[in-house]
């Protein structure tokens, strides 16, 4: 079939219901549709600006695509997959490259069958714009992780997951988690406007989104979503209106959303947050988790909708904090365990069912010595739901029928312990008799009834033989006895061996040496053979001068018969003379053989030394030996020269042929510095041969003493560090015995991750001597594992021991954060946080570093500004600096005669200096008279400690949702003051 051109792609409304392919291209892929699979190539795909697929014409058809190549998508991709109805499956997704891609609008649109989108989680996004509907009406299931998604120039998302998500038959939810964390827009405008409108999925991830602040719509971000719980503790939507294009209907109709986590820039109006009404499950309000979790909250926030919404206004900056449904109270169900006979004696103890409200359960009858279980009082289900009321279920059981088995052997003696059998009263038993190592089963009463007695039944076993016999015969070939028999005994199954005795003037022949014991008793015959006269021949092994070369070696046989005498080879002689046969006889024979010591062949090396042009430097010298030993050529010193190199083997053997190495000297240019190395004990010994150290004069040398087994350097005798002279030097290193060698274990103290909790003890000691080591106290960490030996003896070789340690559950929230006011002069440094006086811990209370925000903070002005403090886990707090005039005699001035104006200061949102208010009561809390406003100050200024606390609420007064304190301070004095003010207050309106 022909190819259809990419242009003419939709020109054909086809079916692929025979086998017969269809085939194209797109771009430079080549693409094939058969039997429902749209089959991709490699290549690059052509720009797809519309919003309906290259195969839109075949979309009734295409069941799966199999992208088999690299594909490198166009700047443009929308649509290149959208509406086919009947796609269910994509694979080679990872074969994607979409690094030039700045369009992926409508990719998947409506693929209502397709549930899976593997291979798209580490797509190069980092120049796509847009995404809107990209995932729009897909059918995912399980999890779709998008965290590493680039979004940095991202624009838009409008709907991008919207719809999306798929069911079971009983309208469950199947797509449970969308993954979009760390997500960065960086973009300068990004609209999120309907993102995941209508979204299926049970949750989704945006923790730790960053440049929040850039997304400047989030209208129906998530309306009619069916999410159970959100992150928005990372959004800054402080520049978001509360209307449309803003945070208008973000979570509008989002039913199911019981969890939400939020941050200080947090806004919630406008939103559309649903009102809580209360259930039989819920209360109707919503409280933070604390230290609780979201099924049981323990936070000391209860709030209702309305007072959630107006603490997190994007204003506010309360500490980051996360809100669930609070639920009511349920009560447990009590499982008890009665006889039936008497259901008021408990036969175990009861069980307790706790949870949620509406929680299902489900009892499991335990098994009960000594009782079957019957069903419940009252035909009770075994299973139900937790609620609000306490509920009991009372299990039945009836007591069974006990029989003793007894097992005895037949004099009555106890072979095995006792078993007991239990069953329903009337029904019938069967024993099965045991099996017991030495016995077998004889007797017993094996059936019978049980009944409300307890009945006893021994059965009896007659014990097995253990051991077996084997007589042994020694009879000659005509069966005559030649010594008395003998008896072997043996444990059953064992093998037995027979050593053949030795009977004079017979040699063993033939029997069965070797068996097992039986329970038959055995009888076995060694057959012996009248032994015949042996002659002996002693060999001797001499050289020419009758010198013993080798170990005389000894011959036997029958007297008469021949013998041959095989020639040794003797390394280095060769047989000379001696008779090799004749005939063993009855008197002892000595033969001598004799052997020539073979000639030694002599090897030779010539040695020539030459300078780098040829020209002889010294006569010639040989080095001989025998063929086959090593040789050694050594390179003396010529006067004036440097040896370089060799021509030929300096480390040879030799061999039959003459050889020769010229050795290669360079004309020396310098005269040459010389420093001789000695090796001595403290006691006069010689420990090594000198070494020498040669080099140009004025050039530096230095010497490392070396390691010698069982000796310690102490010092030497001249430098160790020095310049080459003309004169030769000596430098003597001394040594001294080493005491007895110690041994070392090493022992660590480290987390599960291998981090050092403690200091490294080190342990020595003389070899094979005991060492012990200990678990060591950590606070906050508890010992769970040990590597290495804890105890054992010192060796050679260095040991180690480390101890693992589990970072214990902290019992409370240690989050702190603390600092204080802080004073400068205009144009001084900027202050750190040590100048705040701030400092910071951890819910473990670990020391936390705290970040200075100055933003908002002029260093160049006189005036009073605020400054966040914060740190890594959430914690913010507010202290101000205070810019000074430089100090001046002249009131008002600035030292150089100006005068200065007085400080500006915070105000409240109503434009009101923000002072010390009174206590404001929490929600659900009866109003207080609010407790007397201090004066003001009008001393200099003075630094003040604010603190943020997180853990349970104490007796002191704070603002409301924030548990922060807070002081002003304000210098006001008379007219001037008053003066002051108005002049800021006139400014700021200019």
Do not use: C
């Not at 309906?52 to 998508?73: D, L, M, N, Q, R």
């Not at 039945?396 to 059998?421: H, L």
């Not at 006569?619 to 390179?635: I, K, M, N």
């Not at 914060?870 to 008002?892: E, Y």
């Amino acid at each position: 079939m022909t190819p259809l051109a990419a242009k003419n792609l939709t020109a054909f409304a086809l079916t692929t219901t025979t086998s017969e392919p269809i085939t194209g291209t797109f771009g430079s892929s080549a693409w094939s549709l058969q039997d429902g699979t749209l089959t991709i190539g490699p290549g690059d795909f052509a720009n797809n600006t519309t919003d309906k697929s290259p195969w839109k014409a075949y979309s009734a058809s295409i069941t799966k695509i199999e992208i088999t190549g690299p594909v490198t998508f166009n700047a443009a991709a929308a649509g290149l997959f959208a509406g086919l109805g009947n796609l269910t499956q994509i694979d080679g997704l990872d074969n994607v490259d979409t690094s030039r891609t700045t369009n992926l609008n409508d990719l998947f649109y409506a693929d209502s069958q397709l549930t899976d989108l593997t291979g798209v989680e580490h797509w190069d996004t980092s120049k796509v714009r847009t995404i809107d509907r990209t995932f729009f009406a897909t059918a995912l299931v399980g999890t779709l992780d998008l965290s590493h998604w680039d979004v940095g120039a991202l624009t838009s998302g409008s709907m991008a997951f919207g719809r999306a998500g798929d069911f079971d038959d009983n309208y469950q939810r199947l797509f449970k988690l969308l993954n979009l964390s760390g997500w960065n827009f960086q973009a300068p405008k990004v609209s999120l406007a309907n993102f995941g409108f209508q979204l299926q999925a049970e949750s989704i991830d945006t923790s730790n989104w960053q440049n929040t602040s850039h997304i400047t719509s989030m209208e129906s971000m998530f309306t009619l979503a069916g999410i159970n719980n959100i992150d928005i503790s990372s959004f800054d939507m402080r520049n978001l209106s509360t209307s449309y294009g803003g945070t208008w209907r973000m979570f509008n109709s989002a039913m199911l959303l019981k969890e939400i986590k939020l941050g200080p820039y947090s806004k919630l109006a406008g939103t559309g947050l649903r009102s809580i009404s209360e259930t039989n499950k819920y209360t109707g309000y919503w409280q933070n988790i604390g230290t609780g979790t979201a099924s049981q909250p323990n936070g000391d926030q209860v709030l209702t909708t309305d007072q959630l919404v107006s603490i997190y206004d994007g204003t506010n900056t309360p500490a980051i904090d996360t809100f669930v449904w609070q639920p009511k109270a349920a009560a447990p169900v009590t499982v008890n365990y009665v006889d039936s006979a008497d259901p008021t004696h408990p036969i175990k103890a009861a069980d307790t069912i706790t949870g949620a409200i509406d929680d299902p359960f489900t009892i499991t009858p335990p098994d009960i010595d000594g009782y079957t279980y019957q069903g419940t009082q009252d035909d009770v289900p075994l299973t139900g739901t937790i609620s609000g009321t306490a509920q009991t279920i009372t299990l039945n059981y009836a007591k069974q029928g006990q029989v003793t088995v007894n097992y005895q052997d037949e004099a009555g003696t106890t072979i095995a312990p006792s078993t007991t059998m239990t069953g329903d009263l009337g029904t019938s038993y069967e024993i099965k008799p045991k099996t017991i190592d030495g016995y077998n089963y004889l007797s017993g009463n094996l059936t019978g009834t049980f009944n409300s007695s307890e009945q006893t039944v021994t059965l009896t076993y007659r014990q097995i033989p253990t051991e077996g016999s084997i007589t042994v015969n020694y009879l000659d070939s005509d069966g005559h006895a030649l010594a008395k028999p003998t008896t072997m005994t043996g444990k059953l199954g064992n093998t037995y061996n027979i050593e053949p005795l030795t009977i004079d003037g017979y040699t063993f022949e033939s029997g069965q040496l070797t068996g097992t014991y039986t329970t038959t008793s055995q009888s076995v015959n060694l057959i012996y053979r009248k032994q015949v006269a042996q002659g002996t021949v002693t060999v001797n092994y001499v050289d020419d001068q009758g010198k013993q070369l080798a170990e005389p070696t000894t011959m036997t046989g029958p007297i008469a018969t021949d013998y041959t005498i095989e020639k040794k080879t003797i390394d280095g002689y060769t047989f000379l003379q001696g008779d090799l046969t004749g005939q063993f006889t009855s008197t002892a024979k000595t033969v001598t053989l004799t052997y020539r010591k073979d000639a030694v062949v002599r090897g030779k090396v010539t040695v020539n030394y030459l300078d780098d042009q040829g020209k002889t430097l010294a006569p010639a010298t040989s080095l001989t030996g025998d063929v086959d030993t090593p040789y050694v050529v050594s390179q003396p010193n010529i006067a004036g020269y440097t040896y370089h190199h060799a021509e030929g083997t300096l480390n040879g053997t030799f061999t039959k042929d003459d050889q020769a190495v010229t050795l290669i000297y360079h004309a020396t240019e310098e005269k040459q510095g010389q420093v001789i190395v000695k090796y001595q004990t403290t006691d006069g010994q010689t420990l090594a041969p000198d070494a020498e150290l040669t080099g140009s004069i004025a050039a530096t040398y230095t010497i490392t003493p070396p390691t010698f087994k069982d000796y310690q350097y102490q010092h030497a005798n001249g430098d160790l560090t020095g310049q080459f002279s003309e004169k030769p030097a000596t430098v003597t290193l001394m040594y001294a015995k080493q005491a007895a060698k110690l041994g070392q274990v090493t022992v660590n103290y480290l987390d599960l991750d291998g981090h050092t909790l403690a200091p490294q003890d080190t342990l020595t000691g003389p070899l094979d001597t005991t060492y012990t080591t200990a678990v060591k106290a950590i606070a906050g960490y508890t010992h769970v594992r040990t590597t290495g030996a804890t105890t054992g003896t010192f060796n050679e070789q260095d040991q180690t021991v480390s101890y693992f340690y589990q970072q214990q559950a902290p019992d409370k929230d240690q989050r702190k954060l603390t600092g204080q006011d802080f004073t400068m002069t205009v144009d001084g440094p900027a202050p750190t946080a040590s100048d705040f006086k701030a400092v910071a811990q951890d819910k473990n209370g670990k020391t936390l570093n705290v970040s200075v925000d100055l933003s908002q903070a002029n260093r160049h002005k006189v005036g009073t500004y605020p400054v966040t403090l914060s740190t890594s886990d959430g914690q913010t707090l507010i202290v101000h600096l205070h810019v000074q005039a430089v100090p001046d005699s002249g009131a008002n001035g600035d030292g150089n005669g100006n005068t200065t104006e007085p400080p500006v200061l915070p105000t409240d949102p109503a434009g009101e200096p923000d002072l010390v208010k009174p206590d404001q009561p929490k929600p659900g809390q009866p109003s207080k008279e609010p407790a007397t406003t201090k004066p003001l100050p009008t001393s200099p200024i003075k630094t003040v400690t604010t603190e943020k606390i997180h853990t349970k609420p104490t007796q002191d007064k704070a603002l409301p949702a924030t548990n922060e304190q807070r002081t002003r301070w304000i210098a006001v004095t008379g007219i001037l003051g008053l003066l002051g003010l108005g002049l800021t207050l006139l400014k700021r309106f200019k």
